[in-house]
């Protein structure tokens, strides 16, 4: 079980003013949404607390220790990140792309075995492209690489799951599958954190809610506390209609 | 195939040595005509071939990843370049052949440094920058080339020529290509699962635990070092390097560990079947090898980039 915390953390987004600096614990069994309009910096976040970017100041924590004092190699034992973007350059089998998330849990001259094999297929599984496992990646749509990239993550399994628009190109049915799995993951013990575009989604399966303003306010909570129709036309700059259906809320974009 | 072609390799060539008196050279005995064309000149002169062929091979395919593009070859950042701007001053200067060996490794290792330097300086590192900057050295190192063939006197051309196409029959002795081979396999193999991390990008592969400056350095400086001792043996040899992990990758997938060492079996299965070709498509005349593999790379390439559409 693993804690990720952001300490006085001011992520560096050229040409922005400081802004607000973020002070949270990514606790285990948590579920963080950071919602944002574009360019706000959720991308950013995701890759700074991922030690991927330096931080303009303050810093990430994991456990009890700076995540720079970490090599890269433990810290990808425990912190797993899905890309919004990827580069497949050469072809890959899907099977190859799930595999490559044991590639922290091996030496140098270990191959993956039966057991890695076990985990990549039980993963695919889960994410239903099971049946795509020797197919090349550049075949396949949007969405089925999306859970190919997610299923890489569940392979990789460490306790922090960073994920940018997990969401992304999937149909309905796949996208609560997705979600309920990440919910299933924080039950086990994980903590996850994910940037989304979608406020019913967040409304209904993050514990946690991060608003990123784009001249770098923030603010974050509980989801039911920062969920208020206020906060979020002032975040987007957009009204919105909300509407209560069976105690769950539900906002809508007004014309 | 590999063991095939270094028998054909061994049999083929101005006199032709049929196989069961072959068989009785490499047990030792044959008559001694035989003795002296497999064991002094055409089982060196095979070494040779397939060391380099092997080193432009893995070069080839450490390249591609490194700037993550299948289509970079040993040469894209102009090392063959500065290795034959210093080959071509020793043989200007009139040195004997080990001199030009040195000076061109000299040269091969300056273009690396010079590339490395460049691209590196402001401490962003991008492969698109990497190539851009290796791309632009080159064409001032095929300027200096062209420069000096301009005044070279004639008589000191056909040597030049030879050696600017690629040919083995410099090499005086296989055995540092081949040492070179073997280590630096060696080295790479550990690395091969963080190379095919890191062909999934760099963000991609940090994420994932692999240190990726310090892997791109040590890629970077063992592709150039394997490239420097390929030219140094044999000339710039073009083709091998970009056509092997290509047509491997079509056929085998792309996991490093299966690539790199079929690269080796593969590019030096290639170049000494090449290497034989050429010296007995106008026997007992020599074409320089580099005019083979270009013949033969070229339609492949060709090929392999209308099927890939």
Known sequence: MSTLRARELIINIPGRADGFALNMNVEPGQIWGVLGPNGAGKTTLLHTLAGLLPARSGQVVLNDSPLKEFKRRDIARQLGLVFQERQDTFPATVMETALIGRHPWLSPWESEQGEDQALAEQALTALDVDGLSGRLLNTLSGGERQRVAIATLMTQNPDIWLLDEPTNHLDLHHQVKVMNLLRNQAESGKAVFMCLHDLNMAARWCSHVLLLYTNGDACWGATESMLVPEALERLYNQRLISLEKDGLSVFVPAQ | ?309
């Open chain 2, 1 to 309: 195939m590999a063991l095939a072609a270094m028998m054909l390799a061994l049999a083929m060539g101005s006199v032709t040595i049929p196989l069961p008196d072959l068989w009785q050279v490499i047990q030792g005995d044959g008559s001694a005509l035989h003795r002296t064309l497999v064991w002094e000149l055409r089982l060196p002169r095979a070494i040779a071939a397939f060391a380099t062929g092997g080193l432009l091979a893995v070069a080839g395919a450490l390249m591609q990843v490194l700037l993550r593009n299948p289509l970079a070859d040993p040469y894209i950042l102009g090392l063959s370049g500065g290795a034959a701007v210093g080959a071509l001053l020793a043989m200007l200067a009139g040195m004997g052949a080990l001199l030009v060996s040195g000076s061109a490794f000299a040269g091969a290792m300056l273009a690396t440094m010079l590339v490395f330097g460049l691209a590196h300086g402001t401490g962003s590192w991008t492969p698109s920058r990497l190539l851009l900057t290796g791309v632009v050295v080159a064409s001032g190192w095929g300027a200096v080339i062209t420069l000096m063939l301009a005044i070279t006197p004639s008589y000191k051309l056909p040597g030049m020529l030879y050696w600017l196409m690629g040919d083995v029959s410099y090499a005086r002795t296989p055995w540092p290509a081949f040492v070179v081979l073997v280590v630096s396999i060696m080295l790479i193999m550990p690395l091969a699962r963080n190379l095919n991390v890191l062909a999934r990008g760099p963000m991609q592969a940090a994420a994932l635990g692999v240190s990726v400056r310090p892997l791109e350095w040590a890629v970077y400086l063992l592709a150039s070092l394997l490239t420097a001792t390929a030219v140094t043996t044999a000339g710039s040899i073009g083709f091998v390097g970009l056509i092997v992990p290509h047509m491997l990758r079509l056929v085998l997938g792309n996991d490093q560990r299966i690539i790199l060492p079929a690269s080796v079996l593969a590019g030096g299965t290639l170049l000494v079947l090449a290497d034989t070709l050429a010296r007995t498509v106008i026997a007992p005349e020599q074409l320089p090898v580099g005019v083979i593999t270009a013949l033969l790379g070229v339609p492949m390439f060709l090929y392999l980039l209308h099927r890939s559409r």
